[in-house]
């Protein structure tokens, strides 16, 4: 499926408000609601539209700390990124993980606790006891500047 102007501005509309009333898209990009609901539907199978989710807040939640972490590996097999991999991807704490390259670490996790207690426990009893693991360096983040979920759609 090719994207035209129109589903690049119900994609637009979507990624900044998943919650929007069919009725509402259909007004904001100029179509009628059935042809605006038939688009959503055509996306959403495609892929275009891969979820909705709501985004809570984390300070009402009381997860105050966020860790970027990056972790080096013994060996670089698939076995044991397949492993690493698998293990991390059950951590309700890890928000997100990226195998990487260019840096002196092979995974960059992000990861939110409650506090600095709760980080070293689970840096010490679990994330540094995945067989495999052999360094861990932990940056912290002291202030969010930016945090959006939208992509950008202007090179479509």
């Not at 105050?64 to 080096?72: E, G």
């Not at 600095?116 to 689970?122: A, G, L, R, S, T």
Request: charged residues 25%.
């Amino acid at each position: 499926m090719k994207l035209n102007k129109m589903d690049q501005r119900i994609l637009s509309e979507i990624q900044n408000n998943a919650r929007i009333s069919n009725l509402e898209l259909a007004d904001i990009v100029g179509l009628s609601p059935s042809p605006c609901l038939r688009r959503v539907k055509q996306l959403e199978a495609a892929g275009f539209i891969d979820s909705y989710v709501a985004r809570l807040n984390e300070q009402k939640l009381n997860l105050k700390l966020i860790a970027l972490i990056q972790i080096s590996m013994d060996r670089h097999t698939p076995e044991r990124f397949e492993n690493f991999e698998s293990i991390v991807k059950d951590y309700e704490e890890v928000l997100e993980c990226y195998l990487i390259t260019g840096q002196n670490a092979d995974y960059l996790l992000k990861v939110i606790v409650p506090d600095m207690e709760y980080y070293q426990d689970f840096l010490l009893g679990r994330l540094s006891r995945i067989e495999g693991v052999t360094g861990v360096q932990s940056s912290f983040i002291m202030r969010k500047v930016l945090d959006k979920t939208a992509f950008p759609l202007g090179h479509l």
